[in-house]
C-alpha cells in the first residue's frame, strides 16, 4: 500500500461521511505527505433538536473510535449515556480509561455516576480541594486533545450553548497528557508544574499556543489574552461569548482597543452579569457593544452562554481564537492558587472563521456551523491541503 493510501485510510476510516467533501487549496505536486493533521469544532444550540447534542454525539464517537487509552477530565457529569459508553469500552478489554474528576465522593454525582466508573475498574483521581478543577479536556489514544466549554451533563447540551474542538496534534497531545498526569498523580493547582507551550496547527512555525491554570510561572493567561487585544490594531475586530467576566485587565485592554478604532461585540450571560466584579456594565457604559440573547431568561443558578472564547479579525490573515475552559476571572487567568484550567490561542483563519460563523448564530445572522473535520494534509513546512468532512449526527 502507498503511503499516501494508507494515510487516506487511516484518517478517514473512523468517519460517517455526509454530503460534502471540499478541496480549499489545489497543489501541483503529490509526493508521500510528512505530517497529516486534522481539527474538528463542534456547537450546539439548546432551541433545535437536531443540534442540542452535536457537541455531546461528537465526544460518544470519539470513546466508540478509541482503540487504547482515554485520559477524561469531567468537572461535573450527570449523563448515564456517557458513563454507560465508557464502561462499554472499557469492560473486559485491555483498554485503559483513567479519569480525574472535580467531583468527591460525597457529591450526589460522584456517587451516582462516578461510583459506576470505578465499579468498573476505571481509575479515578478526585481534587480533594474546594478549588476549582475545572477542566472539560480528554485525550484519546495519545493522538488527540479535546477541549471546550462543554461540561458532560444534560443542561450543557439542552438548555447552554456551548463549544467544542478535538485536534490532533503531537505537540498538542504531549502537553495535556503531561498536565493530565500531573493531576492523575494527585497534583492539583498551585503545586503542579507550569506547562503551556507552542504548537503549530496548520504547519509553518509553531505560534499557536496552550498553557494550564494556575499561573505558577512565566507570562499569565491573562497577559496572553491582553497581548493577542493589544496586537488589534485600527479597524480591526474582535467577537467574543463568555459566561463569567470579572477580569479587570482583558476587561481594560478592550477599552483600549475599542479607543483605538477597534470594532468589538461580546455576549454575555444575562443571569451572570451583574455578578460581583462583572465587567458587562463597564464595557458597556464605555460605549462598547455587550449584550444578552433576547432568549435569555437571566437565570442566574442555570447557565445560558456557557462559552468561554473570543474570534479577533476572522476573516483577517492574522485572525485568532481563544478558547477552552477557563472563564475570564482572576481564579481562572492570574492567580497561582485558583483554578485547574486550560486555554487555546490559536492563529488560523480557518478555525477563527468557524468560530465567527457559531457567534453569528447566536446573533441571529446566519447558519451554526456544521460539525465537521477539517484535515490538513502537511508537506514540509507549510499546510498544502485542506479537506473538509461534514459529520452526520446519530443522536435521537
Given at each position: 500500500m502507498s503511503c499516501r493510501s494508507a494515510m487516506f485510510?487511516?484518517?478517514?476510516?473512523?468517519?460517517?461521511?455526509?454530503?460534502?467533501?471540499?478541496?480549499?487549496v489545489a497543489?501541483?505536486?503529490?509526493?508521500?505527505?510528512?505530517l497529516g493533521q486534522s481539527y474538528q469544532t463542534y456547537f450546539n444550540d439548546p432551541h433545535d433538536p437536531a443540534r442540542e447534542y452535536v457537541i455531546e454525539d461528537a465526544f460518544l464517537d470519539l470513546i466508540d473510535n478509541a482503540t487504547s487509552t482515554i485520559d477524561l477530565t469531567i468537572y461535573n457529569i450527570n449523563q448515564q449515556n456517557i458513563i454507560n459508553k465508557l464502561v462499554d469500552w472499557h469492560n473486559g478489554s485491555s483498554q485503559v480509561a483513567r479519569l480525574v474528576t472535580n467531583l468527591k465522593p460525597d457529591d450526589s454525582n460522584y456517587n451516582t455516576y462516578i461510583q459506576q466508573l470505578i465499579d468498573d475498574g476505571i481509575s479515578v483521581t478526585y481534587d480533594p480541594s474546594s478549588t476549582l478543577s475545572h477542566n472539560k479536556f480528554a485525550v484519546f489514544d495519545s493522538t488527540t486533545v479535546w477541549t471546550g466549554s462543554w461540561n458532560h451533563t444534560g443542561s450543557a447540551s439542552y438548555y447552554q450553548w456551548n463549544n467544542a474542538i478535538s485536534i490532533q496534534n503531537a505537540d498538542l497531545v504531549s502537553g495535556y497528557e503531561t498536565e493530565f498526569n500531573?493531576?492523575?498523580?494527585?497534583?492539583?493547582?498551585?503545586?503542579?508544574?507550569?506547562?503551556?507551550?507552542?504548537?503549530?496547527?496548520?504547519?509553518?512555525?509553531?505560534?499557536?499556543?496552550?498553557?494550564?491554570?494556575?499561573?505558577?510561572s512565566g507570562t499569565t493567561t491573562q497577559q496572553h489574552i491582553v497581548n493577542e487585544i493589544d496586537a488589534t490594531v485600527s479597524g480591526g475586530k474582535i467577537f467574543f461569548a463568555i459566561y463569567s467576566f470579572t477580569d479587570d485587565a482583558v476587561s481594560q485592554a478592550l477599552q483600549d482597543a475599542h479607543d483605538r478604532g477597534v470594532t468589538i461585540r461580546g455576549i454575555f450571560d444575562k443571569g451572570k452579569s451583574d455578578e460581583a466584579g462583572g465587567e458587562y456594565q463597564d464595557l458597556l457604559d464605555y460605549g462598547i457593544d455587550v449584550f444578552f440573547l433576547a432568549d435569555d431568561a437571566g437565570n442566574p443558578f442555570n447557565p445560558y452562554i456557557h462559552h468561554k472564547y473570543m474570534v479577533i479579525n476572522p476573516s483577517g490573515t492574522d485572525a485568532v481564537t481563544i478558547t477552552g475552559s477557563a472563564n475570564w476571572s482572576n481564579v481562572a487567568l492570574v492567580s497561582a492558587s485558583g483554578n485547574d484550567e486550560n486555554t487555546l490561542i490559536i492563529h488560523n483563519s480557518g478555525l477563527a472563521s468557524l468560530y465567527y460563523s457559531?457567534?453569528?448564530?447566536?446573533?441571529?445572522?446566519?447558519?451554526?456551523?456544521e460539525p465537521s473535520t477539517i484535515i490538513l494534509l502537511v508537506f514540509g513546512s507549510s499546510a498544502a491541503v485542506v479537506l473538509r468532512f461534514r459529520w452526520m449526527s446519530r443522536h435521537h
Open positions: 485510510k487511516k484518517l478517514l476510516s473512523p468517519v460517517r461521511l455526509a454530503i460534502t467533501l471540499s478541496f480549499a497543489v501541483l505536486l503529490w509526493p508521500c505527505i510528512a500531573q493531576m492523575f498523580a494527585g497534583t492539583f493547582h498551585g503545586s503542579k508544574s507550569q506547562v503551556e507551550g507552542y504548537f503549530a496547527l496548520g504547519g509553518g512555525s509553531a505560534n499557536d499556543f496552550y498553557r494550564m491554570s494556575p499561573q505558577n457559531n457567534w453569528g448564530h447566536m446573533d441571529g445572522g446566519g447558519a451554526i456551523p
